[in-house]
């Protein structure tokens, strides 16, 4: 009798279910036994029950099994990750390439160069953008100027304010010297203060008469 295909979906009565995971578990293990003999294969095999039961065949060590399949999806994860990493850096080269060959032809373009390709509505955007750009360079200029005068205003103001100060310095000195050459008595003023005839009198007020000619 021929056996029939089992359809490949869950099986819904529990009892059918139990008895076809048994059977089939129990084919798994001794072909994993099996593949590892035969081949001399590391292989390793985990099953858990519908409720929760572990099932496991190792030909060699579970956990060294684990600990190398571990380490080679690592390495298939950063090989993997390498090849996508490459393949982005490429994409992101080829795309800068484009905006600095867009960025070459625009600077040519306002630089007036390389304008047969044009049409009559690329250059009218051209004019715009110059006009735009003159604009922005007369502002800024202008702002420039502007600052530049005021620091002049400041330094012009600070200039006059010093050359005040130094002449009210200079004619305070020139009070102070007239002032001090007044004070000066000259020598030939003071001998002329000193010399005074001095004459002494005796007797009655009105009859006064130099001492000298009583005596002769």
């Given at each position: 009798?021929?056996?029939g295909?089992?359809?490949?979906?869950?099986i819904?009565?529990?009892?059918?279910?139990q008895v076809t995971?048994?059977?089939?578990?129990?084919?798994?293990l001794?072909?994993?036994?099996?593949?590892?003999?035969?081949?001399?294969?590391?292989?390793?095999?985990i099953?858990?029950?519908?409720?929760?039961?572990l099932?496991?065949?190792?030909s060699?060590?579970?956990?060294?099994?684990?600990?190398?399949?571990?380490?080679?999806?690592k390495?298939?994860?950063?090989?993997?990750?390498?090849?996508?990493?490459?393949e982005?850096?490429?994409?992101?080269?080829?795309?800068?390439?484009?905006?600095?060959?867009?960025?070459?032809?625009?600077?040519?373009?306002?630089?007036?160069?390389?304008l047969?390709?044009?049409?009559?509505?690329?250059?009218?955007?051209?004019?715009?953008k110059?006009?735009?750009?003159?604009?922005?360079?007369?502002g800024r200029?202008?702002?420039l100027?502007?600052?530049?005068?005021?620091?002049?205003?400041e330094?012009?103001k600070?200039?006059?304010?010093?050359?005040?100060t130094?002449?009210?310095?200079?004619?305070?000195?020139?009070?102070?010297?007239?002032?001090?050459?007044?004070?000066?008595?000259?020598?030939?003023?003071?001998?002329?203060?000193?010399?005074?005839?001095?004459?002494?009198?005796i007797?009655?007020?009105?009859?006064?008469?130099p001492?000298?000619e009583?005596?002769?």
């Amino acid at each position: 009798m021929v056996r029939g295909k089992t359809e490949m979906k869950r099986i819904e009565n529990a009892t059918s279910r139990q008895v076809t995971f048994s059977k089939r578990r129990n084919g798994l293990l001794k072909k994993a036994f099996e593949l590892s003999v035969l081949c001399d294969a590391e292989v390793a095999l985990i099953v858990f029950s519908p409720r929760g039961k572990l099932y496991e065949f190792s030909s060699s060590s579970m956990q060294k099994t684990i600990d190398r399949y571990k380490a080679h999806s690592k390495d298939r994860i950063d090989e993997r990750g390498g090849e996508q990493n490459i393949e982005q850096l490429s994409l992101e080269s080829a795309s800068l390439s484009k905006k600095i060959e867009h960025l070459e032809a625009s600077k040519q373009k306002l630089l007036g160069q390389n304008l047969d390709s044009c049409s009559a509505e690329e250059l009218q955007q051209l004019e715009g953008k110059l006009e735009k750009s003159l604009q922005n360079i007369r502002g800024r200029k202008t702002q420039l100027l502007d600052e530049q005068i005021l620091l002049l205003k400041e330094k012009e103001k600070m200039l006059l304010k010093e050359n005040m100060t130094l002449r009210e310095k200079c004619k305070l000195q020139s009070q102070l010297q007239l002032a001090a050459s007044k004070e000066v008595v000259r020598p030939e003023d003071n001998a002329q203060h000193m010399d005074v005839e001095t004459e002494l009198y005796i007797g009655w007020p009105g009859r006064h008469r130099p001492m000298a000619e009583k005596d002769n």
